[in-house]
């Protein structure tokens, strides 16, 4: 029978022998499947695993300093790239989710081309790729979650793509890959994460993307977060966020009339993301956090909460 511990014992072997004294990339994402396969060719090849963990100025509130330090204290060779700006340049003035996937995308490929040119000799990319993103091939763009696709031009295409592919994950289901990680002593808190897409608020923001924007959500998804895990209520939910409306409204404050902007908090029961139900969440809970937005970010003047299941209604409102 397939135990964990026995997994990473016969996967660590292998590596050591498949990797030999090569060097390897490989980029973070923050995310359970990339901290995992990170941990693995770690113990089989230690400090010839270089790790990138960018930033695209699209993640929650404190995010990339957090991670990034946790991944330092778990030993890992892992170097941070802020390049917020670059992406945001890349998307202002767009507002179809199609062409900010994409640009998206683009920009995280050359962030990443970059980045691994400074590892010299390197000869292999590392992806946490699971058994479910080889079978489904999931809409996967713009982050190092995303599965690379095999091309038959190699001459076109970034130098890190050219590297031979090791994926040691690839065969295990999402519910394996957390025990995994758990035999081999990551935290439950990193373990337990919920899923979030690689290209970030981005997909939240509807319309196009500005600093601000970025900000006042990434203030929401915080108090919604944070608040879910007072509550209790976070190892309950699949996945959660907020989304911001394109949307502005009338409010009074005072005896001042308002025009601001309006958000939408999303929280869903499933088991692969396909299909997914919305959470009945507590009213004390939701009007709790209701107050606790409307209160504390400034711009935001009504909260919504979205009942609505997939399919139709795609977790990501982009
Ligand atoms: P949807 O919105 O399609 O999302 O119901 C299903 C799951 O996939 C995540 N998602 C993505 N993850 N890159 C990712 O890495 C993406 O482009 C992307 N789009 C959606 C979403 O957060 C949910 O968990």
């Known amino acids: 029978t397939w135990t964990p511990d026995a997994f990473v014992d016969t996967t660590v072997a292998q590596l050591k022998k498949q990797l030999g004294d090569d060097r390897v990339i490989l980029g973070l994402s923050g995310g359970v499947d990339s ?45 941070g ?5 670059r992406f945001l340049e890349a998307l202002e003035g767009e507002s179809d989710p199609e062409t900010k996937r994409k640009a998206i995308g683009r920009v995280f490929i050359e962030v990443f081309d970059d980045e691994s040119k400074e590892v010299e000799n390197a000869k292999w990319l590392g992806q946490g790729t699971i058994y479910p993103d080889v079978i489904e091939s999931v809409s996967a763009t713009g982050g190092p979650s995303a599965t690379i696709k095999s091309h038959h031009n190699v001459g076109g295409l970034p130098d890190f793509m050219k590297l031979k592919v090791v994926e040691p994950l690839k065969m295990l289901f999402k519910d394996e890959v957390r025990r995994v990680g758990k035999s081999m002593g990551l935290s439950p808190s990193l373990l337990g994460r919920h899923p979030f897409p690689g290209p970030g608020l981005a997909i939240r923001i509807l ?35 907020a989304m911001l409306l394109p949307v502005n409204s009338v409010g009074v404050m005072g005896d001042e009339r308002t025009y601001e902007k309006c958000v939408a908090l999303r929280a869903v029961e499933s088991t692969d993301g396909m299909t997914a139900d919305w959470v009945n969440l507590p009213y004390e809970f939701l009007q709790k956090v209701s107050n606790d937005i409307i209160n504390k970010v400034k711009g935001v003047n009504r909260v919504v909460y979205d009942i609505s299941s997939k399919p139709p209604a795609t977790i990501e409102w982009e």
């Open 207 to 241: 319309g196009d993307i500005t600093p601000e924007k970025v900000r006042i959500l990434q203030e929401v998804d915080h108090i919604f977060i944070s608040g879910l895990r007072e509550w209790g209520l976070y190892d309950k939910v699949w996945q959660a966020g």
């Open 35 to 79: 901290t995992v396969a990170a941990t693995l060719l770690h113990k089989a090849i230690g400090d010839n695993l270089y790790c990138i963990f960018v930033n695209n100025g699209l993640l929650r509130k404190n995010e990339f300093s957090e991670v990034l330090l946790q991944y330092e204290g778990m030993g890992l060779n892992v170097k």
């Open 81 to 85: 790239v802020d390049a917020s700006a």
